[in-house]
C-alpha cells in the first residue's frame, strides 16, 4: 500500500514499515472488528513504541484513505519530525537566552494550534510541547495554518502532562498556566525560564496541570466576552514574555 497523503498512511504493511522507521507517527487508527495476525503484532508495535492506537469505525478509514485498500489500518504521521527536550534546552543555550516553551494542554481545534505555533515562532518560543493522547494531530492542516511555523519551532510530543511539568521544573523552569482565574498576567514575573501552559478549548488547563503550575495568570477582560479563544490569549501571555525580557534584559 502506498502513502496517501504527508500525513495519512494506509495498509497493514505500510503502516508497520512507518513504525520500524524514523517518521514520526501521531496516533494508529484501527478498524472495529477487524482481525488477523499482522494487526495483533502492529498495535503491538505501536504500543511498544509508545503510539496511541485507537478503535474506530470503517467510515472514518474510508474518509480519511479515499479509494485505498486500507486493511483496516490508518496511521497519521507528523509533517515534521519530533524533537526532545534536550534539543529545546539545547536551542536555547545556543541563543543564550532563558528557556522560553509552550506546552498545550490538550487542544483540539487545528487552528488554534496552526495560529499558537506561528506566534511561538514570531515571539521566539525555543520549543512547543504536545501531548500524545487527547491532543490534535499535528498533521498537515496545522501545519499550512501555522504558515510554515512547524518547520522552524522545535515540536516535542510528551506523554503524561503532569509529569512533564514535573521534569521541566527540575530542570529550572517556572510554570505559568493560563485560567480566568488567575492573577493579571501583568503583575506577574515572566522574566526567566519559562513555560506558559495553554489549556483546551472550552474546558481550559485540566485539574492536575493547574494544581502542577507555580503560578496561575489571566487576561483582563473589559468588554461584553469573558475570555479569548486559546490562541489569541496564547498570543498575548507569548507577548507579555518578550516584553518583560526586553524591559529588564
Not at 490508518?74 to 534539543?87: K, M, N
Not at 490538550?106 to 510541547?129: K, S, Y
Request: glycine residues 10%; aromatic residues 4%.
Amino acid at each position: 500500500m502506498t502513502q496517501q497523503a504527508s500525513d495519512v498512511i494506509a495498509g497493514r504493511n505500510a503502516v508497520s514499515e512507518a513504525l520500524r522507521g524514523q517518521r514520526s507517527i501521531n496516533k494508529i487508527l484501527i478498524q472495529e472488528g477487524a482481525r488477523g495476525g499482522s494487526l495483533g503484532e502492529l498495535v503491538a508495535a505501536a504500543k511498544n513504541k509508545g503510539v496511541p492506537v485507537e478503535i474506530v469505525k470503517a467510515e472514518r478509514l474510508d474518509k480519511l484513505a479515499p479509494g485505498l485498500r486500507h486493511q483496516g489500518a490508518v496511521a497519521l504521521a507528523a509533517p515534521i519530525a519530533f524533537q526532545s527536550l534536550d534539543d529545546v534546552f539545547a536551542k536555547a543555550a545556543a541563543k543564550d537566552e532563558p528557556p522560553f516553551l509552550l506546552l498545550l494542554d490538550e487542544l483540539q481545534d487545528p487552528q488554534n494550534v496552526g495560529a499558537l505555533l506561528r506566534t511561538a515562532d514570531a515571539a521566539g518560543v525555543h520549543g512547543v510541547l504536545l501531548p500524545r493522547r487527547r491532543s490534535c494531530p499535528l498533521n498537515a492542516a496545522v501545519a499550512k495554518i501555522s504558515a510554515g511555523a512547524v518547520e522552524y519551532v522545535p515540536v516535542v510530543q510528551i506523554g503524561n502532562i503532569a509529569q512533564a511539568i514535573d521534569e521541566l521544573k527540575q530542570r529550572g523552569c517556572w510554570v505559568v498556566g493560563a485560567d480566568m482565574d488567575g492573577v493579571d498576567f501583568y503583575a506577574a514575573n515572566m522574566t526567566g525560564p519559562i513555560v506558559l501552559v495553554i489549556g483546551a478549548e472550552g474546558k481550559g488547563l485540566g485539574r492536575l496541570v493547574k494544581q502542577k503550575c507555580d503560578d496561575i495568570v489571566s487576561i483582563p477582560m473589559n468588554g461584553g466576552v469573558n475570555s479569548l479563544n486559546a490562541s489569541n490569549a496564547g498570543a498575548v501571555l507569548m507577548y507579555e514574555v518578550v516584553r518583560q525580557r526586553r524591559l529588564f534584559q
